[in-house]
């Protein structure tokens, strides 16, 4: 079906939507409800259950549901009877199937006895999961086209879902999805594995019906506002972010390096890459896990998931890409990381890619050596030069925490054009781990600068590579 439509011009749809949905505001929106009762397998009693998404002002385009049954397709028609409208009044005698924004699946995730929400597909092509003991944050998408280097970014859409009905000793759900946009036709398929992590196994191909400045692929989409490398005045929370860094692990031609990018509300858009040559995984990482770092008893950022891409196959050769736009507040994402392909494909060829994506909360992805736990910038009781900027970087892990306390332990670090290392020092932190105070003279603080920093003992790392990017405006610019 993708192969047939990338084939011929691009049709855009049309909303219908009654112009008394389109009228509604957030609040009335999201009190129409799908009735639990009325969920897909709930009265087999099946491991899994799909509820569905009233369409609305902000999703006004139908999205076609299908269940497959031993081989057999039927189509998921919209019912009035399936919603609770709330305090809203609608004549929906007027109204044809109407059909559905998107879907959302239930599990028994965290209680036998409970189907939580486990995943959510709503949005162009945008979906989130939940691990045990999970709440939502970040989110990823199918695809990205021109979010960067392009006249405008486009967004795909996935336009159909066949949901393969599940046995009734099931642990996985199987979901085929048709996605759909004026440059690209693809067809994917989700095995989503509910756990501890819950994990989903990718399948897609992509056709172009025409060429692209900037293809990303396995998406991630995330929020960062302020936190310990970027603090708020007057905000009494310590961090307000979804995600804190961007993790790649990466083959070059002196081994697999791993490279921990922290991020950043910029005053400006702010684009950079970590190249590849080699894909190992890369992905938005939430690694502050306590409640004391965010003081959010409703948020709970300590609770939101990391997300890492594990590609599965060759990827070839690349770079992951980071987006960061600045943000006044938490309700709007502002990150955006995905894979690009140093070789942009052609119109006409399939591109196959597979990669399991996992959903992971305290059990986060690290380095196998260690890691940073956080970066403070700032000074102390020492005054800074003009232009130069201090951090102060903990490191923990296995190969850190496995050295005698006399091992002398070296702080490597450098810095790209426009700046220059003043000071790289390590000592053993007294609560376990390292920690490096490193200071920097910046040349012109208009000009964007790369800072890179780990331990080393002898010839052997010791933990990841801290890369920072420090915006042109300063790492310590108060944010509105």
Not at 90 to 101: E, H, I, N, T, V
Not at 126 to 146: N, P, T, V
Not at 188 to 200: D, K, L
Not at 309 to 328: K, N
């Amino acid at each position: 079906m993708a192969r047939r439509e990338a084939a011929v011009p691009y049709q855009a749809p049309v909303a219908r939507l009654p112009a008394e949905l389109a009228a509604l505001d957030y609040d009335a929106l999201r009190d129409i409800r799908f009735r639990p009762e009325r969920a897909v397998w709930r009265e087999q009693g099946l491991p899994f259950e799909l509820q569905f998404f009233h369409l609305g002002r902000g999703n006004q385009l139908p999205v076609a549901m299908h269940e497959v049954d031993a081989g057999h397709v039927r189509a998921l028609k919209d019912d009035a009877a399936d919603w609770d409208f709330g305090r809203n009044r609608f004549d929906r005698s007027a109204w044809a199937d109407l059909g559905y924004a998107g879907f959302r699946v239930h599990h028994a995730l965290n209680n036998p006895a409970y189907k939580d929400e486990l995943l959510v597909f709503l949005g162009a092509s945008y979906f989130r999961a939940l691990g045990r003991g999970q709440q939502y944050g970040l989110s990823a998408r199918a695809l990205a086209i021109d979010t960067v280097g392009g006249s405008a970014e486009e967004f795909p859409r996935f336009k159909a879902f066949w949901i393969e009905k599940p046995a009734r000793d099931a642990t996985q759900l199987v979901i085929h999805a048709l996605l759909d946009s004026p440059r690209a036709t693809g067809a994917y398929r989700f095995v989503v594995r509910p756990g501890e992590s819950t994990t989903m196994d990718v399948m897609q191909r992509i056709f172009l019906r025409a060429p692209v400045a900037r293809l990303g692929l396995a998406p991630l989409t995330s929020m960062f506002q302020h936190g310990e490398n970027q603090p708020r005045p007057g905000d009494f929370r310590p961090e307000v972010h979804d995600s804190d860094g961007l993790l790649l692990a990466a083959t070059n031609a002196a081994g697999t390096e791993w490279l921990w990018r922290p991020l950043f509300n910029p005053a400006a858009p702010l684009a950079s890459s970590l190249q590849a040559t080699r894909l190992q995984g890369y992905g938005l990482l939430q690694r502050d896990r306590s409640f004391s770092s965010y003081e959010d008893a409703e948020a709970h950022y300590e609770r939101r998931p990391s997300a890492w891409v594990e590609p599965i196959g060759d990827w070839g050769p690349g770079h992951v890409e980071l987006l960061q736009l600045p943000t006044p507040d938490e309700t709007h994402d502002n990150i955006v990381a995905y894979w690009v392909p140093a070789t942009p494909p052609a119109p006409g060829r399939a591109i196959d890619l597979q990669w399991r994506l996992h959903w992971q909360g305290a059990q986060t992805q690290q380095p196998p050596n260690g890691w940073t736990v956080q970066a403070r910038s700032g000074r102390g009781w020492a005054p800074l030069a003009a232009g130069e900027v201090q951090y102060m970087l903990d490191f923990d892990g296995p190969a850190l925490r496995a050295l005698p306390a006399d091992t002398p332990v070296e702080a490597v670090a450098s810095a790209g054009p426009g700046g220059r290392i003043t000071e790289a020092r390590a000592w053993a932190h007294p609560q376990g781990g390292w920690r490096m105070q490193l200071r920097v003279q910046r040349n012109d603080p208009r000009q964007a600068l790369e800072l890179r920093a780990f331990l080393r003992h002898g010839p052997r790392a010791l933990t990841e590579t801290w890369a920072a990017l420090l915006p042109a405006q300063g790492p310590m610019e108060a944010l509105p």
